[in-house]
């Protein structure tokens, strides 16, 4: 057994061993087929939390779509406005007011996941909450002895004027970036003590180079793969193929994702994609459309460069490292927490600087060194960040007194 094996034999052995709730939000189904990110990163954590002798129960909506088959999964039930009679939405619109409820019928969804906790058979160490400032109190007073943890993959706001009642009842709030850490300390005033950064992981098992991804395509292959926003930047993608274009420059461009939340199928009801539809068109850009989880990695390993331009402070977008684990060129923006994950190894520009987009995007398409070298630098950053060193960190957070 070598020393790096041997180490982490030892720090299992020495690690004691938990019973692990994750609380998923409401309509962030356990799938692989319907879930987000948050569902992602929570599968992800309980696989490696159970690789090591640890238990783990996964609390989420069922949509009916195949699910994760990791962790004992426990349903919950949150309303739409489409569940509940005029009478009911008007009576939570008040509770809503009342409680400084963050998220719309969210009684509902409280009553369930609280139904849910008092009903285990028995105490789990902690229950990790998602992206949300409301429910550790609930939990807390459900659950005296276990410990919260928050687990921020954005932003987070609250209609709450006073936070203290959530400070109190974390132990620590995770944020997936320095960005967010800073932010999330600022914004809230939490003592930097129950302040952690763990950064999002991938897996490199399912995002992996192609065989020969380190010989230069012609055309070369750039893709944006993400929700279709003008925040993550997809029009920036195309303007700057249209001016490599122009200069001549064999580049082809391909757009997969869709609208935010559900809106697969109806983008062109939103008018920010039909602009971009234009754009794509005129570049002559294929577009897949949303993309599920479990075909994300075949998509992205095909391309040569991705780009993550996004305009607004992206927290820790998992595409980072899932197209460097891909043997891509990044291209993102130096916001947010986009330089946490590609850390020195992408090109990181301003995403309002378009000639700067563009020179990058060059650089890339008329240097087979430059591209090569940039894959190959892609791929090792990406070695060094599998979730199960991002599992080691959050070990580390559980087990903290």
Same mark, same amino acid.
């Given at each position: 057994?070598?020393?790096?094996?041997?180490?982490?034999?030892? $720090?299992?052995?020495?690690?004691?061993?938990?019973?692990?709730?994750?609380?998923?939000?409401?309509?962030?189904?356990?799938?692989?087929?319907?879930?987000?990110?948050?569902?992602?990163?929570?599968?992800?954590?309980?696989?490696?939390?159970? $690789?090591?002798?640890?238990?783990?129960?996964?609390?989420?909506?069922? &949509?009916?779509?195949?699910?994760?088959?990791?962790?004992?999964?426990? %349903?919950?039930?949150?309303?739409?406005? +489409?569940?509940?009679?005029?009478?009911?939405?008007?009576?939570?619109?008040?509770?809503?007011?009342?409680?400084?409820?963050?998220?719309?019928?969210?009684? /509902?969804?409280?009553?369930?996941?609280?139904?849910?906790?008092?009903? #285990?058979?028995?105490?789990?160490?902690?229950?990790?909450?998602?992206?949300?400032?409301? $429910?550790?109190? /609930?939990?807390?007073?459900?659950?005296?002895?276990?410990?919260?943890?928050? &687990?921020?993959?954005?932003?987070?706001? !609250?209609? *709450?004027?006073?936070?203290?009642?959530?400070?109190?009842?974390?132990?620590?709030?995770?944020?997936?970036?320095?960005?967010?850490?800073?932010? !999330?300390?600022?914004? /809230?005033?939490?003592?930097?003590?129950?302040?952690?950064?763990?950064?999002?992981?991938?897996?490199?098992?399912?995002?992996? %180079?192609?065989?020969?991804? #380190?010989?230069?395509?012609?055309?070369?292959?750039?893709?944006?793969?993400?929700?279709?926003?003008?925040?993550?930047?997809?029009?920036?993608?195309?303007?700057?193929?249209? +001016?490599?274009?122009?200069?001549?420059?064999?580049?082809?461009?391909?757009?997969?994702?869709?609208?935010?939340?559900?809106?697969?199928?109806?983008?062109? +009801?939103? %008018?920010?994609?039909?602009?971009?539809?234009?754009?794509?068109?005129?570049?002559?850009?294929?577009?897949?459309?949303?993309?599920?989880?479990?075909?994300?990695?075949?998509?992205?390993?095909?391309? @040569?460069?991705?780009?993550?331009?996004?305009? $607004?402070?992206?927290?820790?977008? =998992?595409?980072? =490292?899932?197209?460097?684990?891909?043997?891509?060129?990044?291209?993102?923006?130096?916001?947010?927490?986009?330089?946490?994950?590609?850390?020195?190894?992408?090109?990181?520009? @301003?995403?309002?600087?378009? %000639?700067?987009?563009?020179?990058?995007? *060059?650089?890339?398409?008329?240097?087979?060194?430059?591209?090569?070298?940039?894959?190959?630098?892609?791929?090792?950053?990406?070695?060094?960040?599998?979730?199960?060193?991002?599992?080691?960190?959050?070990?580390?957070?559980?087990?903290?007194?």
């Amino acid at each position: 057994m070598g020393k790096n094996m041997e180490a982490t034999s030892r $720090s299992i052995r020495n690690v004691k061993l938990m019973d692990i709730c994750f609380l998923l939000p409401p309509a962030e189904y356990y799938s692989p087929k319907s879930g987000g990110a948050v569902a992602t990163i929570a599968m992800q954590h309980a696989s490696n939390l159970l $690789s090591r002798g640890h238990s783990v129960k996964i609390l989420a909506d069922i &949509n009916g779509d195949e699910l994760y088959p990791v962790g004992d999964i426990l %349903p919950i039930k949150s309303m739409s406005k +489409s569940d509940l009679s005029l009478a009911q939405r008007g009576l939570s619109r008040l509770r809503r007011h009342y409680e400084e409820a963050d998220l719309a019928y969210y009684e /509902y969804y409280r009553g369930s996941f609280v139904s849910v906790l008092n009903g #285990l058979a028995s105490r789990p160490d902690a229950v990790v909450v998602f992206n949300d400032l409301v $429910s550790p109190i /609930y939990v807390k007073r459900a659950l005296p002895g276990t410990k919260v943890i928050v &687990n921020l993959q954005n932003e987070q706001r !609250t209609r *709450r004027k006073d936070v203290s009642a959530t400070i109190d009842s974390v132990h620590t709030f995770v944020a997936c970036s320095q960005y967010i850490r800073k932010w !999330t300390g600022e914004t /809230y005033n939490i003592p930097a003590e129950k302040l952690a950064v763990i950064n999002n992981g991938v897996d490199l098992d399912q995002f992996r %180079p192609r065989q020969d991804y #380190l010989v230069s395509q012609q055309p070369l292959r750039v893709l944006f793969v993400g929700r279709i926003d003008r925040n993550k930047g997809p029009d920036i993608a195309a303007d700057a193929i249209a +001016s490599l274009q122009k200069e001549g420059i064999p580049i082809r461009l391909t757009v997969a994702g869709g609208l935010w939340f559900y809106g697969h199928g109806n983008e062109m +009801s939103d %008018p920010f994609f039909r602009e971009l539809r234009v754009k794509m068109d005129a570049v002559g850009a294929e577009y897949l459309g949303y993309v599920t989880r479990d075909k994300v990695a075949a998509v992205v390993r095909e391309h @040569d460069v991705v780009c993550v331009l996004s305009r $607004s402070h992206d927290p820790n977008p =998992l595409v980072c =490292l899932e197209a460097m684990a891909s043997g891509c060129a990044v291209i993102g923006a130096d916001r947010g927490g986009i330089p946490d994950a590609v850390e020195q190894v992408g090109l990181l520009v @301003d995403p309002d600087d378009f %000639p700067a987009v563009v020179d990058s995007l *060059r650089k890339l398409a008329t240097s087979a060194d430059t591209l090569r070298i940039q894959k190959e630098k892609s791929y090792l950053r990406a070695l060094q960040a599998s979730w199960s060193a991002t599992v080691d960190k959050f070990q580390e957070v559980l087990q903290r007194q």
